[in-house]
C-alpha cells in the first residue's frame, strides 16, 4: 500500500493535468474569459439543444434513382452491343413504364445479345436476386425491368452517399459537430448546432451540384427547339437564363456521352483575368482530363454545353483543345455563390435531389437557461454530496472530495481533446457520475472500516479495503459500462450524447475514485505514520 512506485505517481499526475488542462478553455469560454490565441482551445462543442441552431428534415426523391438507373442500363446497353464483337445491331430503345426496351435487327443474335447483357446486371445484396429481369418476347424484343432488390439496394447506395455529401458541405462551411442521419428510406435529419444562416445551408444542401459537359446538337433548328422537338439522341436542356444560351430559353444537346463532373479532383472560386467576373476553376483527374481533352480536340469550333443539376450555365465555343484537365466554369455568378458552387463541387454530386420538408430553427435562449440550470444543479448537489462526505468520513471524506472536483474536471478535458459534443442529456450524465463516484469512494471509506472494527492495522486495513472495494466498483462499471455503448451504438442524437458523457464519467470517475485517492492516502500514511484513522 504505501510502496507507490514513481513512473505510477508521475502517470497519474500527469493524465490529470492533462485533462484538467484540457477543460480550462471551455471554462473559461463559459465564464466569458478570453484566452491568448496563441493557447491551444480543445473546446466541448454544444449540441442543438444548448447552442441553439437549425435542423432541417431533408427527403430524396427515390423514383429518381430509378430513373437514372434506366438512363445508366441504356447508355451501357448501347455501348456494349456496340462496340464488342459480334456487334449487335439494335433499333431505339424506349424507357416507357420503367423498363428498358428494344429490338434486335437481327433475331438470330438473341443469344448472343443475353451473354452481352446479362454481365451488366449484378446480384441485389442477400436477396439472392438479380438487380435487373431480362426478358425476351416475340422472338427479338428485350425488356429489361429494375427489380424491387435492386431498387431499394440503389436507394440504399444513394441515400449513404447523400448523407456523406451533405456532411462534407456542411464541414465545408466551418460548422462543427453536425448531427446527420438517416430517417427511415428516404430521409436525412440534419441538426447543425450554432448555424446562424439556414438559408444558406438550405441553398446550400438543395443543389445536387450535377455538373456535365455535353455538346449541343447544332442540326436543332431553335424553333424546333421552342416547340420541343429535337432529333434522336438528343434531348431540350432550359437555360439558366437567355444570356447563358445565346438568346434561347432552352438548347438542345446530346443525350448520351459527354463528361460528368464526377472526375473532378478539385473546384475553387477564382476570378477571370480577362472579364474579372466571379468563376469557379475546376481540375479534373487524370482519366477525366484525358477524355476532356480528347472531346474539345474532337470538336473544336463547336459549341459545347456546361450544365449544372439540369440547367445549361453556358453554352461557349470550343475555340481550342484543353489539354492541361483544368477549366473553368462561369455564369453570371457572385463571389459568395461561386463559393458556394465550388464547396458543392468539391463535396461531389448528390446521387439524388434533395428537398427540405421541415425546417426548426433553435434559440440559444433554451440552451444557455438548460446549462444554467444544470450546472446549479450540480452545484447544489455535489456541494451537498460534499459535506455529508467530510462531515461522515473526515480526512478520506477530504480524499473524495478532491477526487470529485478532479473527476468532473477530467470529464470536460477528454470531452474537449475527444472534440465530443454536449446535449441537454449530456448534462444529466454528468450529475449520474458524480453519484457514481460518491458510491465508489463511499464503499472504500465503508470497506475500510469493517477492517477496522475486525481489529485490522491501519495500513492493512486501508490495503484491504481498497482492494475489495475495487472489485466491487469495477464489476458494477462495467454493466454501467455495457449499457452505455449499446445506447452510443444504437441511439441517435442526443442518446449518444448521453451515452458518451456516461462512458467518459465511469472511465474518470473511477480513475480517480480508486487510483488517485489510494495514491494520496498512501503518500499520507508514509508520511504521518497514524496509529488510528478517523472513519
Known sequence: MLDFPRWKRVTYWLVTLIAVLAAVPSLSSLAGVQ?????????????????????????????????????????????????????????????????????????AQVDAAREQILPLTTGAGLTGQRDWDIKVVDG???????????????????????????????????????????????????QVPGLKDPEQLIKLL??????????????APPSDVAQGIVPPGSEIVPCVDAKACRGQGAIAVKRLGGIKGDQLTNAVQTNDQRTNEAVVSITFDQQGGAKFAKLTTENVNKPFAIILDGKVLSAPNINEPILGGSAQISGSFTVDSANQLAIALRSGALPVDLKVVEQRTVGPDLG????????????????????????TYGRFGAYACAALIVNLLMILGIMAIANTTLTLPGIAGFVLTIGAAVDANVLIN????????????VVQAVEMGYKEASRAIFDANITNVIAAVLMFAFGTGPIRGFAVVLMIGIATSVFTAVNMTRMWVAMWLRKARPSDIVL
Open 140 to 190: 427479338n424484343r428485350f425488356i429489361l425491368t429494375p427489380t424491387d432488390a435492386g431498387i431499394n439496394q440503389a436507394v440504399d447506395h444513394a441515400m449513404e452517399t447523400a448523407i456523406e455529401v451533405v456532411r462534407k458541405r456542411i464541414d465545408a462551411l466551418g460548422t462543427r459537430e453536425p448531427d446527420i442521419r438517416r430517417l427511415g428510406s428516404n430521409r436525412i435529419d440534419v
Open 206 to 219: 438543395g443543389q445536387t451540384a450535377k455538373l456535365e459537359f455535353k455538346l449541343v446538337d447544332e442540326t
Open 368 to 391: 444557455a437557461d438548460s446549462i444554467k440550470k444544470g450546472a446549479l444543479a450540480m452545484l447544489i448537489g455535489t456541494t451537498a454530496l460534499m459535506t455529508f462526505i467530510l462531515i
Open 35 to 107: 484566452l491568448p490565441s496563441g493557447v491551444p482551445h480543445p473546446m466541448v462543442n454544444l449540441g442543438l439543444d444548448l447552442a441553439g441552431g437549425s435542423r432541417l428534415l431533408l427527403e430524396a426523391d427515390a423514383s429518381q434513382v430509378r430513373r437514372q438507373r434506366l438512363e445508366s442500363m441504356e447508355e451501357s446497353v448501347r455501348g456494349r452491343l456496340g462496340n464488342n464483337e459480334p456487334r449487335i445491331r439494335i433499333g431505339d430503345i424506349s424507357s416507357r413504364d420503367g423498363n428498358l426496351s428494344f429490338v434486335l435487327d437481327n433475331p
Open 446 to 457: 465503508e470497506r475500510i472500516r469493517e477492517e477496522r472494527h475486525r481489529g485490522r492495522r
